[in-house]
C-alpha cells in the first residue's frame, strides 16, 4: 500500500464550479498535512496546512481532516481557470518536528471557461 | 525577503558525470531538505540538513550527498549519473518549530543523457 495515495485523475471542472480532491495516508500516527498547487513546470506551492480533524478555510479553499478515517480532502469552490494544476497532497510522519513530507502522486485539475 | 533560492535552474550531463545543485534557504529558516520529482509523480524526499549534519535520509543511494554550510546554505551532489536521475530537484527550507511547514525553491532540472 502507498503511503499517500490521491485518487486518479484529471479531474475536469467547469468554471465556477466546486473541485473536490481526495487523499488518504497509512501512517495513523501521522500528525500534520499539507496541499500544495504545482504549476507545469514551476515548483510546488504550499496553500493549505491542517493538523487537527475537522475544517479548515482560507478563501476559496477548504481542507478537511479526518483522521480516523486517514482522509484528507481540498475543496476549491468557485473554481477559476487560474487553479488549473496539479495539487499535491503530502503528510508528516509522527517523527518529530520538521520530519519529511511523504507527498502523492498529485492530480491535476482543469477548470474549464 | 527572499525565498528559496537554487541553482543551477536547468543543466544537461552525460552518464557517469558528478553533479552539485545549490540552495540557499528563506531568510530566518535553518533547516534544508532535498526532493527529487521524476515526470508525473510526487516529490521523493532525499535527505535533510539541519546545523550542517544529514538529520534524516531518504531511500536513496549513497550516490546522493549533501553538505549544509555555516550560512545555512547547502548542496546535493549526485555521482556517477544515470539516465534515471533525470528529474527535477527540489530544495526546501523550513524552521525548526514551525510546524514542519516547507516552502520550496524553483528547482533545478537536471537531463541525464
Known amino acids: 500500500q502507498k503511503e499517500v495515495e490521491q485518487n486518479s485523475g484529471p479531474l475536469s471542472v467547469p468554471e465556477g464550479a466546486i473541485a473536490s480532491l481526495n487523499c488518504t495516508y497509512s501512517?495513523?500516527?501521522?500528525?500534520?498535512f499539507f496541499w500544495y498547487r504545482q504549476y507545469s513546470g514551476k515548483s510546488p506551492e504550499l496553500i493549505m496546512s491542517?493538523?487537527?480533524?475537522g475544517d479548515k478555510e482560507d478563501g476559496r479553499f477548504t481542507a478537511q481532516l479526518n483522521k480516523a478515517s486517514q482522509y484528507v480532502s481540498l475543496l476549491i469552490r468557485d473554481s477559476q481557470p487560474s487553479d488549473s494544476a496539479t495539487y499535491l497532497c503530502?503528510?508528516?510522519?509522527?517523527?518529530?518536528?520538521?520530519?519529511?513530507?511523504?507527498f502523492g502522486k498529485g492530480i491535476t485539475l482543469s477548470v474549464r471557461p | 525577503d527572499a525565498g528559496v533560492t537554487q541553482s543551477p535552474t536547468h543543466l544537461i550531463k552525460t552518464r557517469g558525470q558528478q553533479v552539485t545543485l545549490r540552495c540557499s534557504p528563506k531568510?530566518?529558516?535553518?533547516?534544508v531538505s532535498w526532493y527529487q520529482q521524476a515526470l508525473g509523480q510526487g516529490p521523493q524526499f532525499i535527505f535533510q540538513?539541519?546545523?550542517?549534519?544529514?538529520?534524516q535520509r531518504g531511500n536513496f543511494p549513497d550516490r546522493f550527498s549533501g553538505h549544509q554550510f555555516p550560512n545555512y546554505s547547502s548542496e546535493l551532489n549526485v555521482n556517477a549519473l544515470l539516465l534515471g536521475d533525470s528529474a527535477l530537484y527540489l530544495c526546501?527550507?523550513?524552521?525548526?518549530?514551525?510546524?514542519?511547514?516547507?516552502?520550496f525553491g524553483e528547482g533545478s532540472w537536471l537531463t541525464v543523457v
Open positions: 526546501a527550507s523550513s524552521f525548526t518549530g514551525s510546524g514542519n511547514t516547507i516552502y
Open positions: 501512517d495513523r500516527g501521522s500528525q500534520s
Open positions: 491542517i493538523y487537527s480533524n
Open positions: 503530502a503528510v508528516n510522519p509522527p517523527t518529530g518536528a520538521n520530519s519529511k513530507l511523504t
Open positions: 531568510s530566518g529558516h535553518d533547516t
Open positions: 540538513y539541519y546545523e550542517e549534519e544529514e538529520r
